[in-house]
């Protein structure tokens, strides 16, 4: 018997000969030792079967042994990352090491137990330890149920230093096991209820029911229909922002863990987690596992561990969190589908909100699409039958969409970052004591410094884009390769010091605001001002809190946010995601107004949203001033189906790159005339061309983008010609295929 063996590298799959004596052990998904050379290393059986297939008479090296130090994985799991290599042309060993957590082995943690004296204690003890700290007996209950935990919650420090002292509880070191599980949290402590990690089919009773408007519940009642029909289902939820579209999730996900069903639900940014696992958790009443990049090694092993042997029934993360490895799934939740930000845009290149859509396929569970503002290809499938829509036309918590007002920029003076309309509206929210919301999509104090002598911008060296000026710490920085210097006291090409800022960023407006309302509180959300973990959590808290009158920002406070106290929402600068030279800019220019639009008046009264422009008779920005969705997607879908542009066509997109400008151009060149050569199914095929960000970290870059009717067609050519182009191309030129592209540059 033999048996094909994926080794976690970019290689091929492996063929060995399987030993009489693992003849009854081997199954597909299992971790083995086998030799390679002169090493022996470790993969995973990804077929068996009885004769070898290469024809050939060279002795087959056998399997070693079955392996420890990985986990098995199922089969459905596994036909999952073999979908994801053949589909983005990707090492399947490398899919799998995509997919699991840290390869480390298990190592020695400190845990925690009672002690005899611990365990003997009577109630006479135990009342004392109520009426002097709730904490200490809460605690103690807790290690009763659960024997062993592995972690002390920060507020529980001072309790279990007293019990430790006083010999009621000890730690010690064990070997952690893949299979071991987080088996307590602060809210289950601070609950006073240790078992509130129990099974889902023990809790319900602890599963809250939150009333739903008459739109919820339609929709609600389609997604019941769908998950208990244990078939593959696709819906997409559109309800405008603030329409309680996360009710309808946990309503359904409810539902699923009633039924003994899992629930995976995906979410495009980090920021997001902490708000959504608090409302899960209060309102499921289970314990939920985390997936995202923000963890630790340590922290993703466990949890993924935990997920892995069926131990947890949801799960929220970002878009690896599509790997989680779920038994028994009834429904993947999409929220905010429509961000690109689903898209990893480096290695391998998936998207998380199509993987999603198969994953459900794979264990013939529903896949619910929800966003205010659908991206095209997710409508594009409602009209072609392939998904159900549903509607949420009312906000949950307010009878009043919010009001939107266009300022043309045009008629303001020069330089003007707030306009007088924006000015007027932020005092009046700070009078009502209430919050604002500045957006815009740039960090930094200035996007580029700029030679009003000579007209010199200071550029990266290592990528083909001006550096960001940081006046706060008076430094230059490049955004994409992290490259940093002070900055210059005078110009590098004619020696003035005369310098101007070109478009200001975050950090400008910042400052602007500080100045025009002194005694306000301001607070600044993007990436430089959370470098710190914890750091998010703790300044969204306070904005929930209304303990901030204005945030300024970039992406990250546009997405899925729920602040109660935030009455005026305003865009600074709507032209710039038009600018972008991509067929998509319109539609991202349209979901990201109706996205920071939402932000306002989400409670009660009416909110605001000022859109400050340049262009304000572009069609996207109207449709965005009067938040029609139905007048821009029959806008969007012609001018798509006009130029070709998906959804009524697929694409791909080769992405060569060389150290050596000369060098990577001709193998551009080359891989060009190949697929010429080969295109049979007669596919269009533009480029190669120099990359809109041709320089990027010390390479040069040419895209080849390829156009087609079908993903099969592409993919079919893309096949016989990476064989072909891993053969011929030298180890110094960088090639990467991209199927479905979110972006161009």
């Known amino acids: 018997m033999f048996a094909d063996i994926t080794i976690l590298k970019a290689s091929p799959t492996l063929t060995y000969q399987v030993p009489a004596h693992l003849l009854n052990e081997i199954d597909i998904g299992k971790p083995v030792d086998v030799p390679l050379r002169r090493q022996t290393v470790t993969g995973y059986i990804s077929d068996i079967y ?12 056998e399997i070693k042994a079955l392996s420890d130090t990985l986990p098995k994985l199922d089969e459905n799991y596994l036909e999952l990352l073999k979908w994801v290599a053949n589909y983005y042309h990707y090492p399947l060993g490398e899919v799998i090491r995509t997919a699991l957590p840290s390869q480390r082995a298990p190592k020695k943690i400190t845990a925690y137990r009672l ?22 007996l809460s605690l103690i209950k807790l290690l009763e149920s659960k024997d062993v935990i592995l972690t002390i919650p920060s507020d529980f420090k001072s309790a279990y230093s007293w019990l430790k002292k006083n010999e009621y509880v000890a730690s010690f070191k064990q070997k952690q096991e893949l299979s071991e599980a987080v088996t307590t949290t602060a809210d289950a402590i601070s609950s006073h209820d240790p078992h509130s990690l129990d099974p889902p089919h023990n809790l319900y009773c602890k599963l809250k029911v939150i009333s739903l408007n008459e739109d919820q519940e339609r929709a609600y009642s389609s997604l019941i229909n769908f998950i208990n029909a244990n078939e593959f289902r696709s819906m997409v939820l559109h309800g405008i922002t603030g329409s309680g579209k996360t009710e309808v999730y946990l309503a359904a996900a ?8 899992s629930v995976l639900i995906l979410v495009p940014e980090i920021a997001l987690t902490p708000q959504l696992l608090q409302r899960v958790q209060d309102r499921l009443g289970v314990s939920v596992c985390v997936l995202h990049s923000g963890l630790t090694d340590h922290e993703r092993y466990r949890q993924w561990a935990l997920i892995n042997e069926g131990k947890a029934s949801v799960v929220i993360g970002a878009r690896s969190s599509v790997f989680a490895p779920l038994k028994n799934l009834g429904l993947v939740v999409v929220d905010e589908e429509h961000e690109c930000s689903f898209k990893q845009e480096d290695r391998l290149r998936y998207n998380a909100r199509d993987l999603a859509i198969l994953l459900a396929k794979l264990n013939k569970a529903t896949v619910l699409l929800g966003s205010a503002t659908p991206s095209i ?30 300022v043309d920029m045009r008629r303001e003076s020069k330089g003007t970052t707030i306009s007088n309309l924006l000015a007027r509206r932020i005092q009046d929210t700070l009078d009502a004591s209430k919050q604002s919301i500045l957006f815009l999509n740039r960090r930094g104090f200035a996007s580029w410094l700029n030679c009003d002598s000579c007209g010199h911008v200071p550029q990266c060296p290592n990528c083909s884009v001006s550096l960001t000026y940081y006046e706060y710490k008076n430094m230059i920085r490049c955004h994409y390769c992290g490259h940093s210097a002070q900055a210059p006291t005078v ?15 975050t950090e400008a407006v910042e400052k602007e605001l500080n100045k025009q309302f002194p005694t ?14 914890g750091e998010l959590e703790s300044i969204l ?13 970039t992406q990250m406070i546009a997405k899925g946010h729920d602040f109660p106290h935030v009455q005026l929402a305003a865009v600074l600068n709507a032209d710039d995601s038009l600018n972008i030279p991509d067929f998509r800019a319109g539609e991202r220019t349209f979901q990201l107004l109706t996205q920071v639009s939402g932000r306002a008046g989400r409670r009660g009264e009416q909110g605001t949203a000022i859109i400050q422009t340049f262009d304000p008779d572009n069609p996207y920005i109207q449709f965005a001033s009067t938040l029609d ?10 001018f798509r189906k006009e130029h070709r542009y998906p959804p009524f066509s697929r694409l791909a997109r080769v992405l060569i790159s060389a150290a050596n400008a000369d060098e990577g151009r001709i193998h551009a060149e080359r891989i060009a005339r190949h697929i010429s050569q080969i295109n049979a199914a007669k596919l269009e095929v533009l480029g190669p061309a120099p990359a809109v960000l041709q320089k990027l970290q010390n390479r040069f870059r040419w895209n080849i983008l390829l156009k087609g009717n079908s993903a099969a067609e592409l993919n079919a050519l893309l096949r016989s010609a990476n064989r072909v182009w891993r053969q011929n191309i030298p180890n110094s030129i960088g090639l990467s295929i991209d199927i479905d592209p979110s972006s161009l540059l």
């Open 629 to 638: 969705y139905t007048s821009y997607v029959r806008f969007e879908l012609e």
């Open 377 to 406: 290809e997710s409508y594009y499938q409602i009209s072609t039958g392939k998904a159900k829509l549903e509607e949420i036309h009312s906000q949950f918590h307010s009878n009043h969409r919010p009001k939107v007002e266009l």
């Open 520 to 533: 306000s509180r301001v607070a600044r959300i993007d990436r430089d001002t959370i470098s710190k973990k």
């Open 491 to 505: 110009c590098e090409e004619c020696g003035q010091d005369n310098f101007r800022h070109g478009a200001i960023g």
């Open 50 to 61: 009885s004769e070898r297939r290469d024809g050939k008479s060279f002795t087959i090296r």
């Open 115 to 136: 002690t005899k004296k611990g365990r003997a204690l009577n109630e006479e003890k135990r009342t004392a330890f109520a009426k002097r700290s709730g904490k200490r």
């Open 541 to 553: 808290k306070k904005v929930r809190d209304n303990e901030v009158n204005i945030i300024v920002g």
């Open 254 to 261: 409810r539902h699923c863990l009633v039924n003994n069903k």
